[in-house]
């Protein structure tokens, strides 16, 4: 039985499907499934431009991406949910707090600045440099 692993953020064009992406290269021989979704999403954008290129720079296909509005089945049907930021968390445990054992911060383990559990940063309208910041972010969690 396969395992289901789902990446949340806000608008699910940036950070959660660059997690998703990059998740499911590492998890590729794997029986884990990989999805990614936002807390208020607009249903059927693709994933930002600097998002894709900078996926593909990493051998990481994104092209067919479309954006979706994270749901009640979504997260019953997972196995982890792994949030961008505390913000995404504490929504998730406001909007479905009977998932609430499954949800976790993306950089729950990764330090950066001498912190640990970090939020992934949104480099939403920030050029090219803040997307392969969020890239490397992701790539060490």
């Keep these: 039985m396969s395992r289901k692993v789902l990446f949340v953020c806000t608008g699910n064009t940036c950070r959660s499907p660059m997690a998703?992406?990059?998740?499911?290269?590492?998890?590729?021989?794997?029986?884990?499934?990989?999805?990614?979704?936002?807390v208020a999403a607009q249903p059927?954008?693709?994933?930002?431009?600097?998002?894709v290129t900078v996926l593909k720079e990493q051998g990481v296909e994104l092209e067919?991406?479309?954006?979706?509005?994270?749901?009640?089945?979504?997260?019953e049907e997972a196995d982890a949910v792994?949030?961008?930021?505390?913000?995404h968390l504490e929504m998730l445990e406001i909007m479905h707090p009977e998932y609430e054992e499954?949800?976790?911060?993306?950089?729950?383990?990764?330090?950066?600045?001498?912190k640990v559990g970090v939020d992934v940063p949104d480099p939403i309208g920030m050029g090219r440099p803040?997307?392969?910041m969020t890239s490397k972010?992701?790539?060490a969690a």
């Design 102 to 114: 499954k949800y976790h911060l993306a950089c729950d383990f990764v330090e950066m600045d001498g």
């Design 64 to 75: 067919n991406f479309r954006s979706r509005m994270v749901d009640g089945s979504m997260l």
């Design 137 to 139: 972010v992701l790539n």
């Design 20 to 38: 998703e992406g990059v998740f499911r290269k590492a998890a590729e021989n794997t029986d884990i499934e990989v999805s990614s979704a936002g």
């Design 44 to 51: 059927g954008s693709s994933a930002s431009h600097e998002t």
């Design 130 to 132: 803040a997307y392969e």
């Design 82 to 87: 792994f949030c961008m930021t505390e913000g």
